[in-house]
Every structure is written in C-alpha cells, then in structure tokens.
C-alpha cells in the first residue's frame, strides 16, 4: 500500500460508497474506526443535498478494536428499520480491514427474516482496488444482481447513460445536458446508472437499444457485461466539445439508424465554432497548455483545445494507472508528452518546467500552477467545494461545449485586458505586471531594471508613436531584444529591428 501526502484517488471504500450511494432506494453501510467516516460530510458539503447522504457508518468502538465481537448484524438491523431499503451494500474502510474483521462471518449468523433489505458485499479490495476500479465494479456488480432477461426492447430508441454518480464531477449539469442532445435526436433515456436508478430501473436496463456513458473508466465492465447479457451495442466516444459531441450524435444516429437531419438539428445552438472564428478567439492560437486529470477528459478536453481552439498542448496525463495505454493512442496525434502518474510532484515539475500559458486539471494542479504563477482551469476530480457548481455547468454536449469555451476565457488573460493590467495594474500586482515592486527605485530611461541599457530621442521619439495601452510592452520587447544581442544604446534601427522581430 503507498502512502502519500496528497492522493490524487481514495481508497477503495470511498469508489464503492460513492457508486451504491448513487443507486435509489439502496443505502451503503460503511463499517470503519471512528474518523473514517467522513463520507458523510463529503456528500452534505459538496452535493448540497439539503438532506443526510444515504450512507450509515458503523464506527468501530473500543472493544471491538480489543478484540470483541464486531456485531455487525446489529448496524445493519438498525439500518434497514430506519430507512427501510432494498439492499444494503456493506463494506469497510482500508483501515477496518487491516483488523482483518471476520465481516462475511458475522452477516451470514444474521437470523433468516431479521432484515428485509438485500445484504449485498462487492467483491473489491480495500487495499489493491482503487477508488475508481472500487466504483466501477460495485456499479456493475449491483446492475448485473438487479438486471432481468426477458424484457423487450423500447419501442422507440433509447439508450442508458452509465457513469454519472452523485459526487461525479458536474454530472447532474452533464446528465440534463446529454438529455436534451437525446432529445433532439429523438432518443430516450431508459436509465441513468447509478445516479437515481432503482432496482426496478435496473431490472429493465436490457430494454435499452444502446449504452453511453460520461466516463469510460468508471462504466467499462458495465457496458461490456451488458453487452454480454443483452447483446446491447455500446459508445466508449465521450462528447466533449463541438466536434467531438457532433462525431458522437452521428456515431449514435448511425448505430441506430436516425436520420441525419436530426444531428444537423441537435448542434442549432452550438456556439464554440463560431466563437473560435471571430477576433476575440486569435488571442488563443498557439497559446501553450497542459492537461491533467481523469482520462476521458483529459483526451477530450486535450483534443477541443487543439482542434478547435487552435491552442497548442505541452503535455496530457492523467492518475488512473490502469488507463495509460487507451490515454496514449487517443492523443498520440495530439503532443509527445504524456504523463501517466499518481504522483502530484512529477505533474508539478512538468508544470513547472513546460510553464505553459494555462494548465487544465484537478484540484492539485491548481496548486501546483498557482506556486509558478500558471492559471489553471479545475476540469476534473479530485475537485474543491467551489467546483461544485449550484447552477448548471455541464462539460458536455454541446452546452458543455460552449461552458468550456467560457472557461478557458474567464481562466486566460487575453487581448486588452492584458494591455489594460500592464498599463493600469497596481504596482507589483497581476501575472503581467513588470512595474517594481514597493520600496524598489523607480527605473528611469535610459537605466531600466535589471541591467544599464540607454535610449537616446530618436528611440525615444519612435516608441512614443505606440498606442499607450501597448507601449510599455513595447518599450520590453525592445529592451529584451537589445540584452540578447549585447545592445547598450537602443537607437532609430535597434527599435525597427525589434519591431521586425517580434512580427511588426
């Protein structure tokens, strides 16, 4: 087991909590040391659900730890005459389990007809499954217990949408977002898994005529078995950005045999393609970015900022080890660097040494960033409160499209208000600003700071034709220009040979 300061993923416990505490009617029993439990205030805080989680926790007490009974049945009991569930999913923290507590010993001496509910043990590993393998497996596990044989398909196209959880990143704003691209397609949705599905929603999940999914790494066993079941087609293509929600409303109207009219329809209020056409968006060309996080958006969020924001990418990762490969060959086309860790310190030193323009990641990253003076945009778990948004703000679809264009304005510094800070800022202050800071001389002309250059009034009197909101620019460009190539008097020619070599 490695332990670390900061994780990028939690253990085991907290993927399988997360999955079954998405499911309706079905309530998660953590067994775990006192402090463990904190599952509960995860939930209350980011999800705002204005009512307590559906997760218990069985705190191990004091005897228990000495060696007394554990009990369990009596948590369990307590459980399913207080909330009255279908099924219980029970597990226990990685630290529970170095107790090595006989858990199935004491469900099984459960007295017949004592509980009502299902008692239900995925097969995870509190100490070799990861938080996200934890959450795929305990959702698939729970659909294949529940799904049915013997239902017909819809009689109009539907699909089930797989991934998408209560503590998802942006998944309910992704959920309402891929609904109405359904919609406009004329697609129903059968189910959504786990977010609120129910055992009687998963009893008919065969009926759907194809399965996508908002996060490939969290719904792959589910659509393969699935697919085992019920012979039921599915997507791995994730919709982020305009292209790419486009490339899979048509992959989706081919597998189901929609008229393509309907896609052409779907993509009426897209916005991100016209956007990248107009003035504003040339101040994004070639700006340099790196991208980390969970797979499936570090690739698609990688491939909509080049594609169509013409922005070049330093480097894409992402801290799901298991997923490196399939990370390599979707951005193979995309840069040479591709960082597959789950180390937070190898991301800062790329960060660190590419210094890119913008850098799009987790919650770290954002730190990270922040210690070299780098914007960051928080595009993927693991996420802070504030990246919780109240109101929606898919990633998604064509909506998502258009939120991650306002992202990457709202995180970039561009055009004149790039001007107006170096011009305006207070001193000292701002990613731009090149003024002194406080207490140090003020530089004069002809002694600017950080070494003895001298203007005489032909240069003078040439950069003062510059607009003044890109004058001081200038006068730096110019400046750099002169120490690179040992110029200690800046004359007429030295201005006009800057100029030249920084694209007029």
């Not at 597990?91 to 107790?99: D, G, I, P, Q």
């Not at 799009?360 to 693991?382: D, K, L």
């Not at 090149?434 to 950080?450: L, M, R, S």
């Amino acid at each position: 087991m490695k332990l670390a300061v900061w994780s990028y993923q939690a253990p085991a416990h907290v993927g399988v909590t997360k999955a079954a505490s998405s499911f309706a009617e079905i309530r998660t029993l953590l067994r775990a040391p006192k402090g463990d439990g904190y599952g509960t205030i995860m939930f209350a805080m980011f999800e705002r659900l204005g009512v307590p989680p559906p997760l218990s926790v069985s705190a191990l007490s004091e005897a228990t730890l000495a060696g007394a009974p554990a009990d369990i049945g009596r948590a369990i009991a307590d459980v399913d005459r207080r909330f009255g569930p279908k099924m219980i999913v029970v597990t226990r923290s990685a630290t529970a389990s170095v107790l090595q507590e006989p858990l199935d010993g004491e469900i099984a001496m459960i007295p017949p007809g004592t509980v009502a509910a299902e008692i239900f043990q995925p097969s995870t590993h509190p100490l070799r499954d990861t938080e996200t393998s934890a959450f795929a497996t305990t959702v698939c596990e729970i659909v294949d217990h529940y799904a049915q044989d013997g239902h017909p398909r819809t009689r109009e196209p539907s699909v089930n949408i797989i991934g998408p959880s209560l503590l998802g990143f942006h998944d309910h704003s992704n959920v309402a977002s891929l609904r109405r691209l359904l919609t406009d397609l004329g697609v129903t949705v059968n189910a959504v898994i786990p977010l609120g599905a129910s055992p009687d929603d998963l009893r008919t999940v065969g009926r759907a005529w194809l399965n996508v999914t908002t996060a490939p790494e969290l719904a792959r066993p589910t659509l393969q078995r699935l697919h085992e079941r019920f012979a039921t087609p599915f997507l791995e293509s994730v919709p982020y950005g305009e292209l790419g929600t486009t490339r899979f409303a048509a992959e989706l109207a081919q597998v189901l045999e929609l008229p393509r009219e309907r896609v052409r329809f779907a993509a009426r209020d897209a916005k991100l393609s016209w956007y990248a056409r107009t003035v504003d968006a040339h101040a994004l060309s070639g700006k340099r970015v790196g991208v980390f996080g969970m797979p499936s958006a570090a690739a698609g969020i990688a491939r909509l900022l080049r594609d169509e924001l013409d922005m070049r990418i330093d480097f894409v990762g992402t801290f799901v080890l298991s997923e490196g490969d399939r990370l390599r060959a979707q951005v193979a086309d995309l840069c040479d660097e591709v960082l597959v860790t789950d180390d937070f310190h190898e991301v800062a030193a790329a960060i660190d040494r590419t210094r890119p323009d913008i850098v799009f990641g987790s919650q770290m990253e954002r730190h990270s960033a922040s210690r070299v003076g780098v914007p960051c945009a928080v595009i993927s778990p693991p996420a802070h409160i504030l990246n919780f948004p109240l109101g929606y703000a898919p990633l998604l679809g064509y909506d998502g499209a258009n939120h991650l264009g306002d992202i990457v304005n709202q995180t970039q510094v561009l055009g004149l208000e790039h001007h107006l800070i170096e011009t305006f800022g207070p001193r000292g202050q701002g990613r731009f600003a090149e003024a002194a800071p406080e207490g140090a001389p003020e530089p004069v002309a002809g002694e600017p700071a950080g070494g003895t250059l001298h203007w005489n009034d032909a240069a003078e009197r040439l950069v003062g034709r510059i607009p003044f909101f890109v004058r001081k620019k200038a006068r730096t460009n110019v400046e750099r220009y002169a120490r690179e190539r040992g110029i200690v008097v800046i004359d007429e020619a030295a201005v006009l040979a800057a100029r030249e070599h920084v694209g007029g």
